[in-house]
């Protein structure tokens, strides 16, 4: 099993950046994908992006060019970087993996992990 546990989400101004960080235990998840969704009140789970065991990224169009996706293996840990914030970008954020490989059509799909975090909670205000 693999517990993942996200942090460092906040309320930030419009224009701001914010790191997210998601700690994995129970297992090494350097050959994992690991992803980032996101869900605001009332919509849909969300891809924001995700990243192969190779290192290759994947994001959504609303994120694209401005988050950025890292991991450290020696950490066992992956990161969210976002930048240039907006109000839109307001969400619990939440960290998944899956130890199966993915094909394009699959990654940005909630049902393609397994393992999920509890969410953290980012305010972006205008």
Request: proline share 3%; glycine share 12%; net charge positive.
């Amino acid at each position: 099993q693999v517990q993942l546990v996200e942090s460092g989400g906040g309320l930030v101004q419009a224009g701001g950046s914010l790191k997210l960080s998601c700690a994995a235990s129970g297992r090494t998840v350097s050959s994992y994908t690991m992803g980032w969704f996101r869900q605001a009140p009332g919509k849909e789970r969300e891809f924001v992006g995700c990243i192969s065991w190779s290192d290759s990224t994947n994001y959504g169009e609303s994120v694209k060019g401005r988050f950025t996706i890292l991991r450290d293996n020696a950490k066992n840990t992956v990161y969210l970087q976002m930048n240039s914030l907006k109000p839109e970008d307001t969400a619990v954020y939440y960290c998944a993996a899956t130890r199966n490989p993915l094909t394009y059509g699959r990654l940005r799909r909630p049902d393609s992990y397994d393992y999920w975090g509890q969410g953290t909670q980012v305010t972006v205000s205008s």
